[in-house]
């Protein structure tokens, strides 16, 4: 439902939506121009879970936001001014939503993860 009703409200400013499984925080590099970059900023908190992983696995943290999706499930991609509604629409019920970063004029198609595990680059 939560979709359905972003899509019924807002489908003309959507520019893309990427469900973040089969390559995770890095799947958005499929559909990016050469000259656009995608810096994630302000991403919710790694889940315990992945942490779990990473230390039993001992796998580097930039191939963790590569191969899991860290707890994030569903990207939408929308200009800033329409993302307070899909906020409100997705706490409607109980999702929890924030902007967690921006996609900017780039030199090269590329992926940037500020995180508190350290700064990825993804080309």
């Given at each position: ?24 925080q890095t799947k958005v590099l499929h559909f990016l121009s050469d000259s656009l ?39 939408i991609y929308l200009p800033e001014a329409h993302a307070r509604r ?38």
């Amino acid at each position: 439902p939560v979709i359905s009703l972003i899509l019924n409200e807002l489908r003309g400013n959507i520019h893309g939506m990427i469900h973040c499984s089969g390559g995770a925080q890095t799947k958005v590099l499929h559909f990016l121009s050469d000259s656009l970059k995608v810096v994630k900023d302000n991403m919710f908190p790694v889940p315990f879970l992945f942490e779990l992983i990473q230390k039993e696995s001992g796998t580097d943290w930039k191939e963790m936001y590569k191969v899991f999706n860290m707890g994030h499930r569903m990207e939408i991609y929308l200009p800033e001014a329409h993302a307070r509604r899909v906020i409100e629409i997705s706490k409607s019920f109980e999702v929890d939503a924030r902007i967690v970063g921006r996609v900017e004029q780039a030199s090269k198609r590329e992926v940037l993860i500020k995180s508190p595990f350290g700064n990825f680059s993804y080309e």
